[in-house]
């Protein structure tokens, strides 16, 4: 008599990272709003009761999508910032900034949903755990921008008065403005290519010459 094989369940966590990677290859390819469980279950192979076995809620699973997010993005630009500060150079801050500035870029072009998921929340005017989250992720790459302008500052690469809180918005603002003309675009792989010269216009501005 045949015996039916029985494949082995999956870890809870090994399911719950598949249904993030699944919801991020989705939000590549179409509005984050529209994608619904039953789309995830499909994309993973599995049931759509089965999604709610390893997630409460669906907002649950873009909260983890902005945790992945979040940590994967600082963990890349925190190693592209050391790598160069670990150089003696008197130069290091800015091009470790330069190094974070094309690390935020090639993290857009390889994973296009991540910023299709921000986008989307910050347009809600009410507080949501998941604009908490998009908030999180923001204020630490600020954070990490703020510390490396500071490093420059304090060995007096920047042009005199610079104001750094303003310096750090405009990077950010920076690495999104190209972010978005992807999105309206739609061919996201070129701001790779746009991206070493709208660094050097910043750099510019904050230094008052050209290359680092």
Same mark, same amino acid.
């Given at each position: 008599?045949?015996?039916?094989?029985?494949?082995?369940?999956?870890?809870?966590?090994?399911?719950?990272? %598949?249904?993030?990677?699944? #919801?991020?290859?989705?939000?590549?390819?179409?509005?984050?709003? %529209?994608?619904?469980?039953?789309?995830? *279950?499909?994309?993973?192979?599995?049931?759509? %009761?089965?999604?709610?076995?390893?997630?409460?809620?669906?907002?649950?699973?873009?909260?983890?999508?902005? #945790?992945?997010?979040?940590?994967?993005?600082?963990?890349?630009?925190?190693?592209?910032?050391?790598?160069?500060? *670990?150089? #003696?150079?008197? #130069?290091?801050?800015?091009?470790?900034?330069? $190094?974070? @500035?094309?690390?935020?870029?090639? @993290?857009?072009?390889?994973?296009?949903?991540?910023?299709?998921?921000?986008?989307?929340?910050?347009?809600?005017?009410?507080?949501?755990?998941?604009?908490?989250?998009?908030?999180?992720?923001?204020?630490?790459?600020?954070?990490?921008?703020?510390?490396?302008?500071?490093?420059?500052?304090?060995?007096?690469?920047? *042009?005199?008065?610079?104001?750094?809180?303003?310096? $750090?918005?405009? @990077?950010?603002?920076?690495?999104?403005?190209?972010?978005?003309?992807?999105?309206?675009? +739609?061919?996201?792989?070129?701001?790779?290519?746009?991206?070493?010269?709208? @660094?050097?216009?910043?750099?510019? +501005?904050?230094?008052?010459?050209?290359?680092?």
């Amino acid at each position: 008599m045949s015996q039916t094989i029985r494949r082995p369940k999956q870890a809870t966590q090994v399911r719950q990272a %598949g249904l993030v990677e699944a #919801a991020l290859l989705l939000a590549a390819q179409r509005h984050p709003a %529209g994608i619904t469980t039953g789309d995830l *279950a499909r994309a993973v192979g599995i049931t759509q %009761g089965a999604v709610f076995r390893h997630f409460p809620s669906k907002e649950a699973i873009w909260l983890a999508v902005l #945790a992945w997010a979040t940590d994967t993005l600082v963990a890349r630009l925190q190693a592209a910032a050391a790598s160069e500060m *670990a150089r #003696a150079d008197a #130069a290091r801050p800015l091009v470790a900034l330069q $190094a974070v @500035f094309i690390a935020h870029v090639d @993290f857009v072009v390889s994973h296009p949903g991540v910023p299709r998921v921000v986008f989307q929340e910050l347009q809600h005017p009410q507080e949501t755990a998941l604009k908490m989250a998009v908030r999180t992720l923001m204020q630490r790459h600020r954070a990490l921008v703020l510390e490396l302008l500071h490093s420059a500052q304090e060995q007096n690469l920047l *042009a005199p008065q610079t104001d750094l809180p303003s310096a $750090a918005v405009l @990077f950010l603002g920076s690495v999104q403005g190209l972010v978005m003309q992807s999105l309206v675009s +739609g061919q996201v792989g070129a701001i790779l290519a746009q991206a070493p010269a709208v @660094f050097t216009i910043y750099l510019r +501005g904050i230094t008052g010459q050209v290359n680092p």
